[in-house]
Protein backbone atom coordinates (compact mmCIF):
# COMPACT_ATOMS: atom_id res chain seq x y z
CA UNK A 1 0.00 0.00 0.00
CA UNK A 2 1.22 3.15 -0.96
CA UNK A 3 0.26 6.65 0.89
CA UNK A 4 1.45 10.00 2.14
CA UNK A 5 3.35 11.37 4.92
CA UNK A 6 2.70 14.84 6.43
CA UNK A 7 5.18 16.55 9.05
CA UNK A 8 4.34 19.58 10.02
CA UNK A 9 7.54 22.04 11.17
CA UNK A 10 6.55 24.43 13.69
CA UNK A 11 9.22 25.33 15.89
CA UNK A 12 12.29 25.11 18.14
CA UNK A 13 13.50 26.59 21.18
CA UNK A 14 16.58 27.03 22.93
CA UNK A 15 19.03 25.86 20.56
CA UNK A 16 22.13 26.85 20.98
CA UNK A 17 23.99 29.86 19.77
CA UNK A 18 26.33 28.92 16.59
CA UNK A 19 26.74 32.97 15.57
CA UNK A 20 29.03 35.39 17.49
CA UNK A 21 28.08 38.36 15.73
CA UNK A 22 24.15 38.94 15.16
CA UNK A 23 21.22 35.88 15.36
CA UNK A 24 21.19 32.72 13.93
CA UNK A 25 19.09 31.68 10.73
CA UNK A 26 17.90 28.28 11.25
CA UNK A 27 16.77 25.72 8.72
CA UNK A 28 16.28 22.29 8.96
CA UNK A 29 17.10 19.13 6.40
CA UNK A 30 14.19 16.47 6.72
CA UNK A 31 15.21 12.80 5.62
CA UNK A 32 12.96 10.02 4.83
CA UNK A 33 14.36 7.26 3.59
CA UNK A 34 15.92 8.62 0.32
CA UNK A 35 13.79 11.34 0.32
CA UNK A 36 15.27 14.88 1.32
CA UNK A 37 13.62 18.00 2.09
CA UNK A 38 14.68 21.45 3.47
CA UNK A 39 12.82 23.96 5.29
CA UNK A 40 12.70 27.41 4.54
CA UNK A 41 15.42 29.61 6.64
CA UNK A 42 14.15 31.34 9.68
CA UNK A 43 16.24 34.13 9.16
CA UNK A 44 17.58 36.69 11.92
CA UNK A 45 15.05 34.31 14.14
CA UNK A 46 18.28 33.30 16.74
CA UNK A 47 17.59 30.56 19.21
CA UNK A 48 14.15 30.14 18.69
CA UNK A 49 12.64 29.98 15.69
CA UNK A 50 8.99 28.97 13.98
CA UNK A 51 8.77 27.66 10.35
CA UNK A 52 4.87 26.64 10.47
CA UNK A 53 5.73 24.49 7.21
CA UNK A 54 4.60 21.21 6.10
CA UNK A 55 6.15 18.52 4.19
CA UNK A 56 4.68 15.44 2.05
CA UNK A 57 6.92 11.98 1.45
CA UNK A 58 5.73 9.34 -0.34
CA UNK A 59 5.78 6.07 1.95
CA UNK A 60 5.14 2.50 1.35
CA UNK A 61 3.90 0.30 4.04
CA UNK A 62 4.71 -2.82 4.78
CA UNK A 63 8.40 -1.60 4.28
CA UNK A 64 10.74 -5.07 3.72
CA UNK A 65 13.40 -3.19 6.24
CA UNK A 66 10.74 -1.99 8.53
CA UNK A 67 12.63 1.37 9.14
CA UNK A 68 10.43 4.22 8.71
CA UNK A 69 12.38 6.65 10.58
CA UNK A 70 12.35 10.15 9.72
CA UNK A 71 15.92 12.00 10.47
CA UNK A 72 15.38 16.08 11.18
CA UNK A 73 18.91 17.99 10.83
CA UNK A 74 18.97 21.46 12.28
CA UNK A 75 21.25 23.48 10.75
CA UNK A 76 22.20 27.43 11.14
CA UNK A 77 22.55 29.62 7.46
CA UNK A 78 25.73 31.10 7.31
CA UNK A 79 27.15 33.83 4.50
CA UNK A 80 30.57 33.21 4.27
CA UNK A 81 31.63 30.07 5.88
CA UNK A 82 29.80 26.40 5.52
CA UNK A 83 26.53 26.30 7.75
CA UNK A 84 27.00 25.11 11.23
CA UNK A 85 25.04 21.89 12.28
CA UNK A 86 23.02 22.85 15.67
CA UNK A 87 21.50 19.33 16.67
CA UNK A 88 19.55 16.34 15.00
CA UNK A 89 16.36 14.53 16.35
CA UNK A 90 14.92 10.86 14.63
Same mark, same amino acid.
Not at 21 to 32: C, R, S, T
Not at 36 to 50: E, I, R, Y
Given at each position: ?? =??L????? *?A???? *????? =????????I??????????????? =??????? %?? #?? #??????????????????? *?? *?? #??? %?? #?? =????
Amino acid at each position: MN =GILKVELV *DARALK *DADTI =GKMDPYVLIQYKDQKLKSKVAKDQ =GSNPVWN %DE #FS #FWVQYPVEDEDYTICLKIM *DK *DT #FTS %DD #FL =GEAK
